[in-house]
């Protein structure tokens, strides 16, 4: 038995495992950024998934049986590969999941005129996983991809609320409505990517409906507990998170404070 694990690149997990435990509290959580090594979203597919296979081999060893992906370059570039390739060996109990399905599973029900904008990291979109699910679940949407190679900087960073963010933010969100001016829903398919939500709703206008992650990933959470009870009885009760670094585990605990709006300390890994 043990804590479900989450993993990110950074900081952007903590939006998931926010939400993740608004729902399901009861719950021990690890979590493990790769703060060291991020970004992730302008690596090749080769390192992402070398890097996350060593971060979900370190949450496994430290008990876990249920890794979350809370990020979705690693979810675009190596779930697939540790689900099939990795994980019989390594313990074909355990499981790990990630983050574009749940999100994409939904968009039926927002969109009304099937224009989909995705903001991404460069390697999601080059990925094309989200235009190839879209399609899968909606063969009649249409998809736009824009690439927002900065933005994870300004979060890394801590530069989301600055004033100079504002134009990363503006240029992004107009360069996907250039391509697709009916664009009615804007996927926000990078878990950084609500740090800077302010910025991005003034930037969008109103003309379009955002879509973040959390809550999306958190119900599908819930729902995958309903229908696995045996994983269920795996993950411990204890209502604590631990938080694990790459980085600075002092820089680390006072970022994620501020973003989960309580105390966090935070220990280094080396991976
Ligand atoms: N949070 C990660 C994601 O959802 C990405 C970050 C990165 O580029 O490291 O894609």
Wanted: aromatic content about 10%; hydrophobic content about 40%; glycine content about 8%.
């Amino acid at each position: 038995m043990g804590p479900i694990g989450v993993f990110d690149s950074g900081y952007g997990g903590l939006t998931i495992l926010k939400e993740i435990r608004k729902i399901l509290p009861d719950y021990d959580y690890l979590y493990l950024g790769d703060n060291a090594r991020a970004p992730y979203g302008t690596r090749s597919f080769d390192v992402v998934y070398k890097f996350t296979l060593e971060a979900v081999r370190a949450l496994f060893s430290r008990g876990c049986e249920l890794v979350i992906l809370a990020c979705n370059t690693a979810s675009a570039k190596a779930l697939r590969s540790i689900q099939q390739k990795d994980l019989p060996s390594i313990d074909p109990a355990k499981r790990v999941l990630g983050v574009i399905i749940p999100t994409i599973e939904n968009l039926g029900d927002i969109s009304l005129n099937g224009n989909i904008g995705i903001l991404a990291t460069p390697g999601t979109v080059s990925s094309g996983t989200y235009d190839i699910e879209i399609a899968k679940f909606f063969p009649k949407f249409r998809t736009v991809s824009k690439a927002c190679p900065m933005w994870v900087p300004l979060v890394e960073n801590r530069e989301y609320d600055s004033p100079g963010a504002d134009y990363f933010v503006d240029k992004y969100v107009g360069e996907l409505f250039d391509e697709e001016p009916d664009t009615d829903t804007i996927v926000l398919g990078c878990t950084h990517y609500p740090l800077l939500l302010p910025k991005i709703e003034k930037a969008v206008a109103g003309r379009a409906r955002i879509i973040t992650q959390g809550k999306l990933v958190a119900d599908s959470l819930a729902d995958y507990m309903r229908r696995h009870p045996e994983m269920d009885a795996k993950c411990t009760r204890g209502a604590s998170v631990t938080y694990l670094t790459t980085e600075n585990p002092d820089r680390f605990a006072e970022s994620a404070s501020v973003f989960m709006q309580q105390p966090v300390k935070a220990e280094k890994i080396q991976l």
